[in-house]
Every structure is written in C-alpha cells, then in structure tokens.
C-alpha cells in the first residue's frame, strides 16, 4: 500500500468509526450471547459424546494400539500418507507443514494491495477456498483411514506365532500386507522379506527411520518370532 | 432528593466531598429517611473506594477507553468469534484446572488417575469431556476467526502484526492438543505421540534436538510425560494467554476492522467533500 492508500484507509475507517456503535454493551452484548452458545455447544458435546472411551493402559511393549492423532491433526497424517517415498517422507513430517506455516504468518507482509472485498481479490480468495478445501478433504480422508483388517498372510506354520504379535503390534495402522493393512505411512511389508534379510528386519525394528515406533521394547520371543515372519514374507 | 448538580467533581476525595454539592435548603426541611441515609452513604463508600483505586491505578481512563470505545459500522455476528475463541481458551483453563486436582502426572498413576476422575470423582466425566470437547471447539473457532480475519482482508495495513500473533496463537494452540493428548496416557495417545515425536526428529538441524527435549533423552521415558504435563499446563497456557493480551490490546488500539463492503458506500460523500 501507497502512503496516500494508507492516509485515505485510515480516514474510512475513521469515519465508519465515528458512525458505529459504542463497544459496551453492543458488542459486549453479542460476545456475551456467543459466549453462552460456546459453553452450551462445550457442555452438550460433553454429556452426549462423553469423555471419550480410554483404550488400555499405554504399553510401551505394545499390545493392540492404533496410533491416530486428534482428529484436527488428521490432514497431516494424511500428508504423510499420499507422499510416499521415503525419500521425500521429510517433505510431509516437516517440509510441507512449515512452509505453509510460514506461508500463513507472513501473508500480510507479502498480500499488500489496498483492496479488502473478497470478490475483488480473486487470487487472494482462490486461494483461500482452494486451502480450506484442501484441508477439508484431507481431514476426511484421514477420517476414513480405519483400523486395518487383521493381517492374514500365507506362510510356513513354523512362523505362524510371529503373525499374532503382528495384529498385536498394529503395524497394520501403517503397513499394506497383502490385502490387509492400511496404505502408507510406512512402505508394503507383503515381500519384505525378499529385501531385506532377518538381520535388516531386526535392525530397522530397532532403529526404525522417521516416524516408526521402536519396537526394541518386545519381548525377545516376540520380537524373534516378529522378524522370522517378516523374513518368510517374499 | 436533590439532583446532583453536573459539576460535581469527578474524583471526590474522601471526607469532604459531600458537602460540597448538597443543597443546604433542602438539608435543612428535609427529614432525611435513615433509608435514604443509608443509601446514600453506601454510594459514597463506593464511589470513594472506586477514586481511592482510581487515584492509585488511572484504571477508569483506560477502562472507559476499552469499554466505550466505538465499533465501526456493519459489525455483526462474525465479529464475535475471536472472543468467542477466548472464551473457550477460559473454559479450558478452568476445566483444566479441576482436571489437574486428580491428575497424577507419573507414568505408573497417570491411568489410573483418568479413570479416576472418569469413573469417581463427583461430575469428573462431565469436565473430562468439556476439556476434551472444548479442545475441538477451540479449533474450530480459531479456524473460523482466521477465515473472517482473511475473507475480509482484515489482515492489511494496520494489523499486520496482530495477524501474526494471531497465527502464533494458533500454533500454540495445536501444540496444547498435541501435548494434551498424551496425559490420558492409553495406548493410543502414548503411540500417537511417539509418532508425533518422531515426526519433529526427522526435521532438519534443530529436529534431532527438539525431539530430545520432548521426550527429555532419547527414549520415551519416566520423564517424558511430566515434561508433556508441564509444557501442557504451565508453558503454552501462560504463552497463550501473554499473547491474548497483546492480541486483544492491539484490536484495542488499531480498531476492529469494518466489513469490507461499507467501503464503497463511503466513497461517494467523501469524494464530494474533499471537492
């Protein structure tokens, strides 16, 4: 904005000024009513949705969990899962969400036309819709991502134990195995084994890359029975 | 009664500012009721309490400022969310606050204790949910307010920087959904977290470090979660409620702004008067 832009909003905006109403009570009145609707909305959810069931105990060994975030966090989640190679994971944990960030706090500084109707920034307005669409959608897809089916995979009966701690460990919440599981974050495990041998199985469950869980925590027989599984897979 | 005459000074000092106003006639014919005493005096001692303050603090110049300041024309009801996002900010600090008398924040009681509050403590789930739904409409009211702030262009020159704090705001407030989520302290927000805390590790340079700190060492620990108990509780809420202040004092001082529409009717007279 030009100054002589600047000097004539301020004289507008003066004269709107001028021309309204004192804050107490016309607007004071209206927060107040708005007020009363939030504690009403607050209170109701509380007493016809409830506190929100409690799964069991948190269990660092881990039994059936699903690692799903609030929901207003699920347009992330759901970044992490479209973008898939591993490769380019950084750009949805990190690289993504901070530029937009960024992009949001600094809108002023770089959106300084004089102009404030939305029908006459079109760009602006666009752009606007386009991201709260892009949230939305995501937010739903995220939504619908439920927890996986149960794992159920062809393989020796000698290695059938380590397919229990499987559906126990929900590794299915991030991992495709055949037809079960869900897509992503994590990559298809349906042939791990003919990547990856027993000793990188039991190395990258102990030191998983990105947003993994460790699972050094298991008890040996498990974790043992985890990776022969995994290794038969191919 | 006798009116009070309109010069009546504005900061009576205590003791002798009575007299001063008072018709002697009246006073003399007058049989005053204890009633009307009693009143009377009782709105003195206010009053004289009130300057005593207002000597002390100047608070009722810049009370009347804030209170009778005026909005400008055209503002209506979206107006109202961004006190309507404090005041679910308040209901969350209050709900919190009771949560907090029954909440233990150790990784062996930290369950227990939820269910506790859920299953034992007088009206215990009824708060739990108002904390956990009042979370959600927190954000939803941010969202909405920021949708108004941007729509309307009420983001431009002068209120810039009240857009920024603003989105800082809005950071701090999905970091108090993502630390709250682990306190409950059941397998999913334990798992949920882990996640999230590994998410930060993978960010460049500062990520490895932040996530340390999060999770206070480099394992999911004893300490994690007193530290995900204190961030909740202690630093963000005092960040979020430092930055309402600066965000409301800067609406204060700057104007709300007028929906965008009335512009154009104004140009017209304007116009003409500047010929």
């Known amino acids: 904005m030009k100054r002589a832009e600047k000097a004539q909003y301020l004289r507008e905006y003066q004269i709107l000024k001028e021309q309204g109403k004192p804050f107490f009570p016309y607007a004071v009145l209206k927060d107040s009513v708005m007020a009363c609707i939030v504690l009403a909305v607050i209170i109701g959810m509380a007493v016809v949705l409830g506190a929100g069931e409690l799964q069991n105990k948190a269990d660092p060994t881990t039994t059936t969990y699903t690692p799903r975030p609030e929901w207003y966090f699920y347009f992330l989640f759901e970044l992490l899962r479209v973008i898939k190679p591993p490769e380019l994971v950084i750009l949805a944990t990190v690289g993504i969400p901070t530029l937009l960030m960024v992009g949001v706090a600094l809108l002023p500084f770089y959106d300084r036309g004089p102009e404030r109707r939305p029908e006459r920034r079109p760009i602006a307005t666009t752009l606007g819709v386009a991201a709260i669409a892009m949230m939305a959608w995501l937010t739903y897809l995220g939504a619908h991502a439920e927890a996986p089916d149960k794992v159920h995979m062809n393989v020796p009966a000698a290695v059938q134990k380590g397919e229990v701690v499987v559906n126990q460990s929900g590794c299915g919440a991030c991992h495709k195995f055949g037809e079960a599981g869900n897509h992503g974050p994590g990559p298809e495990l349906s042939h791990i084994g003919a990547r990856l041998g027993p000793d990188g199985i039991a190395r990258t469950l102990r030191n998983p890359a990105g947003v993994m869980p460790n699972y050094s925590a298991l008890p040996p027989e498990k974790f043992d029975a985890l990776v022969n599984y995994l290794a038969s897979l191919r | ?275």
């Open chain 2, 1 to 275: 009664m006798a009116r009070r005459p309109k010069t009546r000074p504005k900061l009576p000092l205590p003791g002798n500012n009575r007299d001063a106003w008072k018709d002697p006639a009246q006073e003399g014919n007058g049989q005053v009721s204890m009633r009307e005493q009693v009143k009377e005096q009782t709105i003195e001692a206010g009053t004289g309490i009130v300057g005593w303050v207002d000597e002390r603090t100047g608070a009722s110049g810049f009370l009347r400022g804030f209170l009778f300041r005026k909005v400008p024309k055209g503002t209506n009801w979206f107006y109202t969310l961004g006190s309507a996002t404090m005041f679910a900010f308040l209901s969350q600090a209050v709900t919190g606050v009771f949560l907090a008398m029954y909440y233990t924040p150790s990784p062996t009681h930290a369950y227990d204790s939820v269910q506790h509050i859920t299953n034992d403590v007088f009206l215990g789930e009824l708060v739990r949910g108002m904390h956990r739904w009042g979370a959600t409409v927190m954000i939803v009211l941010i969202f909405l307010h920021m949708g108004r702030t941007f729509f309307f262009g009420a983001y431009k020159y002068p209120r810039e920087l009240n857009w920024v704090v603003g989105v800082v705001l809005l950071i701090l407030t999905m970091a108090m959904g993502l630390t709250g989520y682990l306190l409950p302290f059941d397998n999913r927000s334990f798992w949920a977290t882990v996640v999230a805390v590994n998410i930060t590790g993978t960010g460049p340079i500062l990520g490895p470090y932040l996530a340390d700190f999060l999770r206070a060492g480099s394992e999911f620990g004893g300490d994690t979660l007193t530290r995900f108990y204190a961030i909740h509780m202690l630093v963000i809420p005092g960040l979020i409620a430092a930055l309402i202040g600066v965000h409301i004092y800067l609406v204060t001082k700057l104007g709300t702004t007028a929906p965008p529409w009335l512009k154009a009717e104004l140009k017209e007279p304007l116009e003409r008067e500047r010929v």
